[in-house]
Structure formats: structure tokens, C-alpha cells
């Protein structure tokens, strides 16, 4: 299997209700995480999140997907292959 490197951006809109949920997504792919970035916003009640990956296509569309599911997440990402 041919892995590529993500990053991955996301934005919990309501942070009390979504962090748990996505905490709980993260750490069912956590062995795809390389690593992860958290800040706080309060002043506007969200959260970003960036994560870098090493993962096939297949398993960053399924990680972004659970979380594009979620009410309040919003997920973008961006993929590439590494150099040889």
C-alpha cells in the first residue's frame, strides 16, 4: 500500500458538543496521526485542529468523512505524495 502525507484542518464550531466526539474519532485513527495541533478560540466558542498524516487515500477519506459527519465539524484536507 502507498501512503501519502495530509494535512488536515478542522474547525469545531461548537466546542463543548463536538470535542469528545472527535477526540473519540482521532483516537480510533490515531495511528495515522504524525501530529496534531490544537487551539482554542473562546472569544468564538470553536476550536482548530490540525493534523499532519501518513495514510493511504482510502484511510484519510474515511478519517475526514467520520468527521465531515458530525454536526459543527467542518474538515478540509489536502494530500500528496512524498518525494522518493
Do not use: W
Not at 5 to 13: D, F, M, P, T
Not at 54 to 81: F, H, N, P, W, Y
Amino acid at each position: 500500500m502507498d501512503t501519502n502525507i495530509g494535512v488536515i484542518g478542522i474547525i469545531l464550531q461548537d466546542r463543548a458538543k463536538a470535542a469528545p466526539l472527535v477526540n473519540g474519532i482521532l483516537t480510533e485513527f490515531g495511528h495515522l496521526i504524525i501530529a496534531r495541533t490544537g487551539l482554542p478560540y473562546k472569544e468564538r466558542n470553536l476550536s482548530v485542529i490540525s493534523l499532519i498524516v501518513e495514510a493511504t487515500t482510502d484511510q484519510i477519506g474515511a478519517l475526514t468523512g467520520k468527521l465531515g459527519m458530525l454536526d459543527s465539524v467542518r474538515v478540509k484536507s489536502l494530500v500528496v505524495k512524498p518525494c522518493a
